[in-house]
């Protein structure tokens, strides 16, 4: 693959990230009903520790959460390399910012996705959400 290649697919990484989590986050804060249609059907759901796998368990757990408003501040991505994912088109997404449950103050968030093309759309892999407190010994 030459530096263009490279660069290009960068580059759509870049567009998508933007893309998908506008969609993403607009789901999850406003029609959680909808969230499972981002998921793989064996989409992984990694929430603060919790696993969760199956995009329909998923949305239970998902849904099953106090009411949110997130707020991005960060996001970046990167194309994963064809030899490792057999041809597939698939990225890793970096996202955080912070977040509000219900009326509680706003905390910190790190969330990584995988996400791979599936037709016209683009499905959830795997899915890590971090909320960052500080680390005490």
């Not at 530096?3 to 989590?21: G, H, L, P, S």
């Not at 990167?78 to 057999?86: F, G, M, R, W």
Request: charged residues 25%.
């Amino acid at each position: 693959m030459s530096n263009m290649e490279i660069k290009a697919k960068i580059d759509q990484a870049c567009r998508v990230a933007e893309d998908f989590t506008k969609l993403y986050y607009d789901t999850i804060d406003k029609r959680r009903h909808l969230i499972s249609r981002l998921y793989l059907e064996t989409g992984l759901l990694s929430w603060n520790g919790n696993g969760v796998k199956g995009h329909e368990d998923i949305q239970k757990f998902i849904i099953d959460l106090p009411t949110s408003d997130h707020t991005l501040v960060t996001l970046d991505a990167q194309p994963i390399l064809d030899s490792a994912v057999s041809g597939q088109l698939t990225f890793i997404i970096q996202a955080s910012g912070t977040v509000k449950y219900q009326d509680k103050t706003p905390k910190t968030f790190q969330q990584n996705f995988v996400v791979t093309a599936q037709g016209d759309k683009w499905k959830i892999v795997s899915d890590c959400l971090r909320i960052q407190e500080p680390f005490s010994k």
